[in-house]
């Protein structure tokens, strides 16, 4: 359970290095949110149990490959497949298996993308080789997935078959709201000046006016507007 434990750790650091270097350079994070989650020991023994996977330790690090989970959650559905390949071309993130549920939807309508990825987790005596699942979805098919765990939960998976079709309803309404607000992002884009000018000036610490390159401004004025107030 510690070298799961790390894998997320990992797992989670790389996320959040992601998350900060794309703000810092594009004023602009794909990431919302991030949550970690590791499966209880008697969690694991259901699972295995259930699938059949015979109780030992070496079977089930190989067929239980969701006892390390982290989901990241992204506005857009864009920003979904941005943070997949950000992920995924990391040279010490070997991918094991992506399965693409946002070109492919489940039958329910549930969409995001899911993967399962392997890291080398350093302890002291040996290197271990962690699997980790990933799931990447927008908020707005994240808020549906959690009602609809909550509503399987409730009915013990015998969810009665009008609330099934109220729930895949759900999901195609939380499709076009993912479509309409990308549409909208990206006409906000669109009207957003090039940046700052070759004639901006900044006046820093009371300094004459200095001519600065466009790319340090932007910088800079990114590095402002993300400050706390003073005082």
């Not at 990308?182 to 070759?198: C, K």
Request: include cysteine; charge should be negative.
């Amino acid at each position: 359970m510690l070298a799961y434990k790390f894998a997320t750790d990992e797992m989670m650091t790389k996320i959040n290095i992601l998350k900060e270097e794309f703000a810092s350079i594009h004023d602009y994070s794909p990431i919302e949110h991030v949550n970690s989650r590791l499966k209880t020991p008697e969690g694991i023994l259901k699972k295995a149990v259930r699938k059949g996977c015979p109780l030992v330790l070496d079977d089930i690090r190989a067929q239980i490959q969701d006892i390390a989970g982290i989901r990241i959650t992204c506005s857009f559905i864009s920003d979904t497949y941005r943070i997949l390949d950000m992920l995924t071309s990391q040279l010490d993130v070997t991918v094991l298996e992506v399965k693409d549920y946002i070109a492919a939807p489940k039958p329910n309508g549930y969409k995001s993308l899911h993967l399962i990825v392997d890291i080398p987790v350093f302890l002291s005596d040996r290197v271990d080789e962690v699997t980790v699942e990933i799931q990447i979805r927008t908020v707005a098919m994240d808020f549906w997935a959690s009602l609809e765990h909550k509503i399987y939960y409730k009915y013990r998976g015998a969810v009665p078959v009008d609330l099934v079709a109220d729930l895949k309803q759900a999901a195609d309404v939380a499709n076009r709201l993912d479509l309409k607000m990308e549409g909208l992002h990206d006409q906000v884009l669109a009207m957003e000046p090039d940046g700052h000018s070759e004639t901006d000036l900044l006046e820093i610490a009371g300094l004459s006016q200095l001519a600065l390159p466009e790319g340090l401004l932007a910088a800079i004025s990114r590095t402002r507007a993300s400050a706390p107030p003073e005082g």
